[in-house]
């Protein structure tokens, strides 16, 4: 089973992501702040992640940087409301985000980038 780390801290769009993907198979953690998916990166060795640009402590931005450095062949698609900044979403991209989802968006659209991503 493959585990997805997801970061965000909307708990409608967490658990609406997190029944999609459980739905598919997927062992699903979820945390609501960037200091905790930086710790659940330590702990739980995801294969995807899935994180908001906009969250609590620590950025996505942030976790990206992190996680590149950790495990440089985990993909991850950022999450971002429509009205952000293009530059950010650049900069995930240089620091080497595999997706951009804009919000908001189809569970079922996220559930295919994923299988992609993850069976790779």
Known sequence: MKNVLLIEDDKL???LVRFRLNKDGYNVTTVDDGQKGMDA???SSPDLIITDVMIPFKNGI?????SKKVNPNVPIIVLSSL???EST???AFN???SDFVP?????????????RLINN
Not at 62 to 66: D, G, S, T, V
Not at 103 to 115: C, D, G, Y
């Open 13 to 15: 769009i967490s658990s």
């Open 41 to 43: 990166i330590d702990s």
């Open 62 to 66: 942030e976790i990206i940087n992190y």
């Open 83 to 85: 009205g952000e900044e």
């Open 89 to 91: 979403v650049m900069e």
């Open 95 to 97: 620091l080497g985000a």
């Open 103 to 115: 919000k908001p968006f189809n569970p079922n659209e996220l559930a295919i980038r994923v299988q």
